[in-house]
């Protein structure tokens, strides 16, 4: 059984820093990329960011390119999101996904397997 769970959401003053991890089970975890994409209230899901199964190979929503870092650990079966330079704007609640394809997209319907989410509250 798959399992895909985010942790390390809470909230935090803009300008500040939060490291979410998803741990995964259940995959052959080194040949799936990983995505992080978030929803804020009211709104649609949208793309963050996304590392290959390697790990060569990132890509970020502009919104978030310079202040994010997403990265994976093979061995641990994880992948993390680092985000620094907090703005409200980052609120919302962020889910980790992971996709069987060597093709990088950024459509959340493309991707195989999904967590839960974990809540991130910037307050200004």
């Known amino acids: 059984q798959v399992q895909v769970v985010e942790s390390g959401g809470r909230l935090v003053q803009a300008g500040g820093s939060l490291r979410l991890s998803c741990a995964t089970s259940?995959?052959?975890?080194?040949?799936?990329?990983m995505g992080w994409f978030r929803q804020a209230p009211g709104k649609e899901r949208e793309f963050v960011a996304y590392?290959?199964?390697?790990?060569?190979?990132?890509y970020y929503a502009d919104s978030v390119k310079g202040r994010f870092t997403i990265s994976r650990d093979n061995a641990k079966e994880t992948v993390y999101l680092q985000m620094n330079s907090l703005k409200s704007e980052d609120t919302a609640v962020y889910y980790c996904?992971?996709?069987?394809?060597?093709?990088?997209?950024?459509?959340?319907?493309?991707?195989?397997?999904w967590g839960q989410g974990t809540q991130v509250t910037v307050s200004s």
């Open positions: 590392v290959s199964w390697s790990g060569t190979y990132t």
């Open positions: 996904a992971a996709r069987m394809s060597v093709v990088f997209t950024t459509s959340s319907s493309q991707y195989n397997y």
């Open positions: 259940g995959l052959n975890f080194s040949r799936y990329a």
